[in-house]
């Protein structure tokens, strides 16, 4: 009897073939579907398991505040501690010294430390439709020797130097390229050096490009151009072992330009900082407002080789740091409390945020 041939099609890469080697840093999801960690496991869990490979990640700065500098940190911090390629572009004059701010993976010591946190919170006599939100949130624990899918980071710490060393990695300034072209280029180049997808992946990268349209870009006023180029980006990441992240500052796109942008992220992120006028109404309202960066909003969320659409439980999340050091996202659902009618709040434990105020649009 002949052997059962693998179903393809011309719309979708071959699914029945199955990587046979486990690569650090890779997770392989349904449908033929291979994720890379963002560097945050509360992000990897609410996105359903990380950045989907051969994707594009957007996201929208806020003007008040450098949040978006976090996720880029720990996505990049993420790729080399699992000795990925690292391609970064920045409006900096010098980008390679943005290498020495990325943190560290949390000590063996502090890591035991927060698995007995973890485990005290289990133990807490709750009702048992909130059992799930006290989960532990490594999505892979270090097992045998073996490097975990999602590390947790120590933003007081700066990555160790051996950490860098003999990485291939590529950091090029914006100020330095005349035109998109020559940005393009570089990311073309740097995605040549990572084998293409047969069936058993054996590299992963990740491109990340801060500030897109920052000022200090020669190319910031033509929008057109930048938008030929974020088609172009996705284009050249799709048919590769890589996933490109991107923040750019929204408020210096037009409004018709930037739908545009939107449009073509497969996963799409913006952050938000608290507002001054915004602390008094909220700390009324929010338990542990004190503790809160910001807020992260999910607007879109990446699907390969699928036509499932992805219902998430929420859309906004507040931004902490847990001890101080690592940062944890916590769900902010919407469910009515009061028991009136016409009133919704999102809640997040123990805290509630009133939907009138309007304070999570975006």
């Known amino acids: ?3 059962n041939k693998p179903r393809t099609s011309s719309f979708s890469r071959n699914v029945g073939v199955v990587p046979t080697s486990q690569v650090p840093g890779l997770k392989h999801g349904p449908n033929g579907t291979v994720f890379l960690s963002s560097g945050i496991a509360d992000l990897d869990k609410i996105l359903g398991g990380g950045f989907c490979l051969g994707s594009l990640v957007i996201i929208m700065e806020d003007p008040d505040a450098p949040h978006h500098m976090l996720l880029l940190r720990n996505f990049m911090s993420q790729g080399l501690v699992h000795k990925q390629p690292l391609f970064y572009a920045s409006p900096a004059k010098e980008p390679r010294g943005f290498l020495g701010t990325l943190p560290n993976p949390v000590s063996l010591k502090d890591d035991k430390s927060r698995e007995h946190d973890t485990e005290q919170e289990k133990t807490l006599r709750i009702a048992w439709q909130y059992k799930k939100y006290f989960e532990d949130q490594n999505l892979d624990s270090q097992k045998d020797g073996k490097v975990e899918y999602c590390s947790d980071f120590d933003l007081r710490r700066p990555l ?5 060393s ?3 990695i590529d950091c090029v300034s914006l100020q330095d390229c005349p035109n998109l072209a020559t940005l393009y280029d570089r990311c073309s180049t740097f995605l040549a050096q990572i084998p293409r997808f047969d069936g058993n992946i054996t590299l992963a990268g990740r491109i990340s490009i801060q500030s897109f349209s920052a000022p200090q870009c020669h190319f910031s006023d033509k929008e057109w151009d930048m938008l030929s180029f ?3 980006l996705k284009s050249l990441v799709r048919s590769s072992n890589a996933v490109a992240v991107m923040t750019f500052p929204p408020t210096l796109v037009s409004p018709t330009v930037l ?3 939107q449009h073509l992220a497969d996963t799409l992120l913006s ?3 608290l507002g001054s006028d915004e602390d008094k109404d909220l700390a009324k309202l929010l338990t542990g407002y004190q503790d ?3 807020l992260l909003n999910v607007h879109k969320v990446a699907r390969i080789n699928t036509q499932v659409p992805v219902i998430l439980e929420a859309t906004t999340y507040s931004m902490k740091l847990h001890k101080r050091r690592s940062l944890v996202l916590e769900c902010l659902n919407q469910a009515p409390v009061d028991g009136s009618s016409g009133t919704s709040y999102a809640t997040s434990g123990s805290c509630s945020v009133s939907s009138k105020t309007g304070a999570f649009d975006f």
């Open 1 to 3: 009897m002949a052997a």
């Open 160 to 164: 160790d130097r051996h950490a860098l």
């Open 166 to 168: 003999g990485q291939c």
């Open 230 to 232: 974020i088609r172009s």
């Open 259 to 261: 739908k545009r942008w």
């Open 271 to 273: 952050v938000r900082a």
């Open 292 to 294: 809160m960066l910001g």
